[in-house]
Protein backbone atom coordinates (compact mmCIF):
# COMPACT_ATOMS: atom_id res chain seq x y z
CA UNK A 1 0.00 0.00 0.00
CA UNK A 2 1.18 3.81 -0.80
CA UNK A 3 2.74 5.14 2.06
CA UNK A 4 4.37 8.56 2.61
CA UNK A 5 6.29 9.30 5.68
CA UNK A 6 7.77 12.73 6.22
CA UNK A 7 10.14 13.92 8.74
CA UNK A 8 12.94 16.99 9.20
CA UNK A 9 10.07 18.96 10.86
CA UNK A 10 10.80 21.36 14.39
CA UNK A 11 11.67 24.24 16.01
CA UNK A 12 13.84 26.79 13.87
CA UNK A 13 14.48 30.43 14.59
CA UNK A 14 13.11 33.38 12.18
CA UNK A 15 15.35 33.72 9.33
CA UNK A 16 17.01 30.10 9.51
CA UNK A 17 16.62 27.03 7.17
CA UNK A 18 14.68 23.72 7.37
CA UNK A 19 15.14 20.72 4.61
CA UNK A 20 11.93 18.29 5.03
CA UNK A 21 12.01 14.73 3.29
CA UNK A 22 9.51 12.42 2.59
CA UNK A 23 9.88 8.60 2.34
CA UNK A 24 7.42 6.96 -0.41
CA UNK A 25 6.86 3.55 -0.74
CA UNK A 26 4.23 1.28 -2.14
CA UNK A 27 3.69 2.97 -5.65
CA UNK A 28 6.27 3.62 -8.75
CA UNK A 29 7.64 7.44 -7.53
CA UNK A 30 8.96 8.04 -10.26
CA UNK A 31 5.56 7.86 -11.84
CA UNK A 32 4.06 10.30 -10.24
CA UNK A 33 3.67 13.85 -9.42
CA UNK A 34 4.35 15.36 -5.69
CA UNK A 35 3.31 18.00 -3.75
CA UNK A 36 3.85 19.60 -0.39
CA UNK A 37 0.86 21.15 1.24
CA UNK A 38 0.66 22.82 4.83
CA UNK A 39 -1.82 23.53 7.69
CA UNK A 40 -0.81 26.17 9.85
CA UNK A 41 -2.72 25.31 13.68
CA UNK A 42 -6.26 25.32 13.63
CA UNK A 43 -6.28 26.40 9.75
CA UNK A 44 -7.72 25.40 6.60
CA UNK A 45 -4.99 23.60 3.78
CA UNK A 46 -2.40 25.63 1.45
CA UNK A 47 -0.93 24.13 -1.12
CA UNK A 48 2.78 24.59 -1.00
CA UNK A 49 4.69 23.56 -4.24
CA UNK A 50 4.69 21.02 -6.80
CA UNK A 51 7.24 19.01 -8.99
CA UNK A 52 6.75 16.98 -11.87
CA UNK A 53 7.20 12.68 -11.99
CA UNK A 54 10.88 13.83 -13.61
CA UNK A 55 11.37 16.92 -11.70
CA UNK A 56 11.84 18.61 -14.89
CA UNK A 57 8.99 21.14 -13.90
CA UNK A 58 7.99 22.93 -10.21
CA UNK A 59 5.80 25.37 -9.23
CA UNK A 60 4.79 27.19 -5.92
CA UNK A 61 2.94 29.66 -4.28
CA UNK A 62 4.01 32.84 -4.12
CA UNK A 63 4.19 33.34 -0.60
CA UNK A 64 6.95 31.00 -0.76
CA UNK A 65 8.76 30.98 -4.40
CA UNK A 66 11.95 32.39 -4.13
CA UNK A 67 12.18 30.95 -0.36
CA UNK A 68 10.95 27.43 -1.06
CA UNK A 69 12.35 24.29 -3.10
CA UNK A 70 10.86 21.15 -4.19
CA UNK A 71 13.16 18.85 -5.47
CA UNK A 72 13.25 14.51 -5.75
CA UNK A 73 14.99 11.97 -5.51
CA UNK A 74 14.10 9.25 -7.73
CA UNK A 75 16.41 6.32 -7.07
CA UNK A 76 15.62 7.19 -3.35
CA UNK A 77 11.73 7.59 -3.70
CA UNK A 78 12.33 10.67 -1.63
CA UNK A 79 10.86 14.11 -1.80
CA UNK A 80 11.97 16.96 -0.34
CA UNK A 81 11.20 20.66 0.32
CA UNK A 82 14.24 22.74 1.57
CA UNK A 83 13.55 25.91 3.21
CA UNK A 84 14.57 29.24 3.41
CA UNK A 85 14.34 32.43 4.94
CA UNK A 86 11.41 31.11 7.40
CA UNK A 87 9.20 33.37 8.94
CA UNK A 88 6.79 32.95 11.64
CA UNK A 89 3.60 32.44 8.75
CA UNK A 90 5.56 29.35 7.72
CA UNK A 91 4.31 27.70 10.79
CA UNK A 92 2.05 24.54 10.08
CA UNK A 93 2.09 21.05 9.78
CA UNK A 94 3.76 20.02 6.62
CA UNK A 95 2.20 16.96 4.44
CA UNK A 96 3.43 15.11 1.41
CA UNK A 97 1.51 14.33 -0.85
CA UNK A 98 0.94 12.22 -4.09
CA UNK A 99 -0.82 13.45 -6.88
CA UNK A 100 -3.37 11.44 -8.68
CA UNK A 101 -3.90 11.56 -12.65
CA UNK A 102 -4.31 15.00 -12.64
CA UNK A 103 -3.06 17.36 -9.91
CA UNK A 104 -5.48 16.27 -6.78
CA UNK A 105 -3.89 14.65 -4.10
CA UNK A 106 -5.09 11.15 -3.40
CA UNK A 107 -2.51 9.62 -0.64
CA UNK A 108 -0.92 11.51 2.03
CA UNK A 109 1.68 11.48 4.83
CA UNK A 110 0.98 12.01 8.00
CA UNK A 111 2.90 15.25 8.60
CA UNK A 112 5.64 16.86 10.05
CA UNK A 113 5.11 19.90 11.94
CA UNK A 114 7.34 23.20 11.44
CA UNK A 115 7.10 25.78 14.32
CA UNK A 116 9.43 29.02 13.47
CA UNK A 117 9.67 30.90 16.65
CA UNK A 118 12.85 32.98 18.29
CA UNK B 1 -5.92 33.17 -8.98
CA UNK B 2 -8.59 30.86 -8.61
CA UNK B 3 -10.70 31.10 -5.28
CA UNK B 4 -12.66 28.54 -3.69
CA UNK B 5 -15.04 29.35 -0.98
CA UNK B 6 -16.95 26.96 1.09
CA UNK B 7 -20.63 26.81 2.96
CA UNK B 8 -21.60 26.79 5.34
CA UNK B 9 -19.10 27.25 8.10
CA UNK B 10 -20.11 24.82 9.74
CA UNK B 11 -23.09 22.51 9.54
CA UNK B 12 -24.87 20.77 12.50
CA UNK B 13 -26.47 17.23 11.58
CA UNK B 14 -27.71 14.76 13.78
CA UNK B 15 -26.69 11.01 12.90
CA UNK B 16 -28.82 9.15 10.54
CA UNK B 17 -29.15 12.61 8.73
CA UNK B 18 -28.23 13.94 5.99
CA UNK B 19 -25.60 17.37 4.66
CA UNK B 20 -25.27 18.81 1.65
CA UNK B 21 -22.04 20.94 1.54
CA UNK B 22 -21.35 23.52 -1.19
CA UNK B 23 -18.33 25.13 -2.59
CA UNK B 24 -18.12 27.53 -5.36
CA UNK B 25 -14.85 28.36 -7.43
CA UNK B 26 -14.25 32.45 -8.80
CA UNK B 27 -14.01 30.75 -11.96
CA UNK B 28 -14.71 27.78 -14.25
CA UNK B 29 -13.19 24.67 -12.87
CA UNK B 30 -14.82 22.46 -15.57
CA UNK B 31 -14.93 19.31 -12.96
CA UNK B 32 -11.96 19.66 -12.03
CA UNK B 33 -12.63 19.15 -8.29
CA UNK B 34 -11.83 17.61 -5.20
CA UNK B 35 -13.57 16.73 -1.77
CA UNK B 36 -10.99 15.61 1.43
CA UNK B 37 -12.42 14.69 5.07
CA UNK B 38 -9.93 15.60 7.57
CA UNK B 39 -10.85 14.35 11.74
CA UNK B 40 -8.87 16.27 14.01
CA UNK B 41 -5.00 15.11 14.36
CA UNK B 42 -5.11 13.19 11.04
CA UNK B 43 -4.65 13.51 7.66
CA UNK B 44 -6.72 14.51 5.01
CA UNK B 45 -8.44 11.75 2.93
CA UNK B 46 -9.51 12.01 -0.61
CA UNK B 47 -13.11 11.43 -0.65
CA UNK B 48 -14.10 12.66 -4.47
CA UNK B 49 -12.36 13.63 -7.51
CA UNK B 50 -13.26 14.70 -11.34
CA UNK B 51 -16.51 16.47 -8.78
CA UNK B 52 -18.30 13.00 -8.75
CA UNK B 53 -15.82 10.03 -9.13
CA UNK B 54 -15.33 8.37 -5.87
CA UNK B 55 -12.13 7.88 -4.40
CA UNK B 56 -10.79 3.77 -3.41
CA UNK B 57 -13.21 2.93 -0.97
CA UNK B 58 -14.99 5.28 0.10
CA UNK B 59 -18.46 4.71 1.12
CA UNK B 60 -21.05 5.53 -1.53
CA UNK B 61 -22.68 7.87 1.13
CA UNK B 62 -20.78 10.18 -0.32
CA UNK B 63 -21.92 11.52 -3.48
CA UNK B 64 -20.16 14.84 -5.43
CA UNK B 65 -22.02 16.86 -8.31
CA UNK B 66 -21.67 20.41 -10.12
CA UNK B 67 -19.56 21.58 -13.00
CA UNK B 68 -18.35 25.11 -13.98
CA UNK B 69 -18.03 27.05 -10.56
CA UNK B 70 -21.03 25.45 -8.45
CA UNK B 71 -20.20 22.30 -6.77
CA UNK B 72 -22.25 19.94 -3.75
CA UNK B 73 -20.73 17.43 -1.09
CA UNK B 74 -23.55 15.28 -0.33
CA UNK B 75 -23.50 13.06 2.69
CA UNK B 76 -26.41 10.53 3.15
CA UNK B 77 -27.57 9.11 6.50
CA UNK B 78 -24.84 10.27 8.90
CA UNK B 79 -22.31 8.30 10.74
CA UNK B 80 -20.31 8.63 13.66
CA UNK B 81 -17.16 8.22 11.67
CA UNK B 82 -18.37 11.45 9.47
CA UNK B 83 -18.18 13.65 11.66
CA UNK B 84 -15.34 15.80 11.13
CA UNK B 85 -13.97 18.94 8.35
CA UNK B 86 -14.03 19.01 4.63
CA UNK B 87 -12.15 20.54 2.31
CA UNK B 88 -12.81 21.54 -1.79
CA UNK B 89 -10.06 21.68 -3.96
CA UNK B 90 -9.40 22.84 -7.53
CA UNK B 91 -6.75 21.60 -9.79
CA UNK B 92 -7.63 23.30 -13.16
CA UNK B 93 -4.81 23.73 -15.39
CA UNK B 94 -1.90 25.61 -13.65
CA UNK B 95 -1.34 26.44 -10.04
CA UNK B 96 -2.40 27.49 -7.14
CA UNK B 97 -4.23 24.41 -6.72
CA UNK B 98 -6.37 26.52 -3.60
CA UNK B 99 -8.56 24.83 -1.37
CA UNK B 100 -11.77 26.05 0.49
CA UNK B 101 -11.42 26.97 4.18
CA UNK B 102 -13.55 23.99 5.11
CA UNK B 103 -17.11 22.93 6.26
CA UNK B 104 -16.92 21.41 10.09
CA UNK B 105 -19.67 18.92 10.10
CA UNK B 106 -20.96 18.57 13.93
CA UNK B 107 -23.26 16.53 15.97
CA UNK B 108 -26.08 18.01 16.37
Known amino acids: QVQLVESGGGVVQPGRSLRLSCAAS????????MHWVRQAPGKGLEWVAV????????SYRGSVKGRFTISRDNSKNTLFLQMNSLTAEDTAVYYC???????????WGQGTLVTVSS | EIVMTQSPATLSVSPGGGATLSCRASHSISRNLAWYQQKPGQAPRLLIY???TRATGIPARFSGSGSGTEFTLTISSLQSEDFAVYFC??????????FGQGTKVEIK
Open chain 1, 51 to 58: ISYDGDYE
Open chain 1, 97 to 107: AKSGDFNYFDH
Open chain 2, 89 to 98: QHYNNWPPYA
Open chain 2, 50 to 52: GAS
Open chain 1, 26 to 33: GFTFSTYG
